[in-house]
Nanobody, 125 residues
Framework: QVQLTESGGGVVQPGGSLSLSCSNS????????AAWFRQAPGKEREFVAA????????AYADSVKVRFTISKDNAKNAVKLQMNSLKPEDTAIYFC??????????????????WGQGTQVTVSS
């Protein structure tokens, strides 16, 4: 049984950084796509970043491109999200997910079938 567990959320000032991690117990990421989504209060869940484990291809939402980096931690069977230059609009619950979307559907949350419980990120002065 797959269990995804996010960690690393917290409160940070605008311009600050946070590093999120999502560990995967029960299944290797190999052969899958790992992704981060986020959901702010009153808004729909939105795509943040994805990493195709085999090959290492990545995709980012335009709103986080350059500021966020998704990467592997093979030793820990985890996927990380390094978030720099954080803005108040980045405040949300961040979820990691695993799936096998076709490339054109990488940003569609319906393509992912296992999800973590989420970790809160708050950017505020």
């Amino acid at each position: 049984q797959v269990q995804l567990t996010e960690s690393g959320g917290g409160v940070v000032q605008p311009g600050g950084s946070l590093s999120l991690s999502c560990s995967n117990s029960g299944r290797t990421f190999s052969g899958y796509t790992a992704a981060w989504f986020r959901q702010a209060p009153g808004k729909e869940r939105e795509f943040v970043a994805a990493l195709r484990w085999s090959g290492g291809n990545t995709a980012y939402a335009d709103s986080v491109k350059v500021r966020f980096t998704i990467s592997k931690d093979n030793a820990k069977n985890a996927v990380k999200l390094q978030m720099n230059s954080l803005k108040p609009e980045d405040t949300a619950i961040y979820f990691c997910a695993i799936g096998r979307p076709i490339t054109s559907a990488t940003r569609d949350p319906r393509m992912y079938y296992d999800w973590g419980q989420g970790t809160q990120v708050t950017v505020s002065s």
